[in-house]
């Protein structure tokens, strides 16, 4: 169908014409019309984004929008997007102090972290291209894997605290698996960003492409919340961090919050509700051929799967919590 995402960055021409060098839209370099695939709520993008907000993370503001494009008679609907900022433009620009710092976007087997798939092929630079250092990245991977691991678990938190927020990430990680975000570290080798934060020297995790969350999932579904269904080996940061006992009272700690404040029931089903009414005439009025929508009755099935979903995770915590 029709309905394609889209990517427009709006100085990419500017060696060929001079005249746009810097041109910007309203202040952005480049944006991101996401086109809600597999979701008949239109809500996952946007809310998930928020929730990961809530607690405080860097993440990609979100809109949505109605899309028409003229290709060739005339304006056509193509219908409900969500607008999504792009993470190398103002997200690193407007929420950290600086957007000097190395930021990476993984992709492939080295963004496992597991041992010896370390590529710099892998953590393509989104800034800072042509600085051929990735020492950030093999310091991280290194004290990963360290021995102290075992042998001396204090010495192992303080080399793996002084290269990588770990708090940030504990955080991100009790966000993700409370909501249920499948696509992305844990199960796929891609959807984040890491960014040297020049104020802390310390690669932070950012969050990207959550379409696919607010649900069980695809490829085996998400992780359980002990992560009992996960190969340590296979993604370390997870497994390494959860079998420590102090990362694990970390998480804990962030889990609790997810239920009780950045993920609460009754206040995100409220957020439903609101953003259901914003968008259902847009999501009605999409056409065959420009939409995934299958059915009348597709709309409201999707937001009703998301209001039973956030009890669910709920009651999640509930059991996975003492």
């Not at 990961?52 to 060739?72: C, K, M, P, R």
């Not at 420009?290 to 709309?299: G, K, M, N, P, Q």
């Amino acid at each position: 169908i029709l309905k394609l995402s889209l990517k427009l960055d709006f100085d990419e021409f500017e060696d060929d014409y001079p005249q746009i060098d810097n041109q910007r839209f309203y202040g952005f370099k480049k944006l991101s019309l996401k086109n809600n695939y597999e979701d008949t709520s239109f809500l996952r993008e946007k809310v998930a984004a928020e929730v990961f907000e809530n607690a405080g993370l860097a993440v990609s503001h979100t809109a949505f929008y109605e899309l028409y494009i003229d290709h060739g008679d005339g304006p056509e609907y193509f219908g409900l997007y969500t607008l999504v900022e792009e993470v190398d433009d103002t997200v690193i620009e407007t929420q950290f102090s600086s957007d000097d710092g190395n930021l990476y976007k993984p992709e492939y087997s080295g963004a496992s972290f597991a041992n010896g798939t370390f590529s710099e092929s892998h953590f393509t630079k989104k800034t800072n291209e042509d600085d051929s250092d990735w020492s950030d990245i093999q310091t991280l991977f290194e004290v990963l894997h360290a021995d102290t691991r075992l042998s001396d678990p204090e010495l192992w938190r303080t080399g793996l605290d002084s290269i990588f927020d770990t708090e940030v990430f504990l955080k991100y990680l009790a966000v993700n698996t409370v909501i249920q975000n499948w696509d992305t570290y844990g199960l796929m080798t891609h959807n984040y960003y890491l960014y040297n934060n020049p104020d802390t020297e310390k690669l932070t995790w950012i969050p990207w492409d959550n379409n696919e969350a607010l649900q069980e999932g695809k490829m085996g579904g998400s992780l359980e919340l002990d992560f009992s269904d996960l190969n340590d080996q296979a993604w370390p940061l997870i497994g390494y961090m959860y079998n420590d006992e102090v990362y694990r009272a970390t998480y804990k700690r962030f889990v609790s919050q997810v239920r009780d404040e950045w993920f609460e029931p009754t206040a995100i089903q409220s957020r439903y509700n609101t953003y259901a009414n914003l968008v259902e005439p847009s999501a009605a009025s999409e056409v065959s051929g420009y939409t995934f929508l299958r059915s009348d009755a597709d709309f409201s099935r999707g937001i009703s799967a998301l209001q039973s979903h956030a009890n669910s995770r709920a009651l999640a915590v509930d059991n996975y919590l003492p």
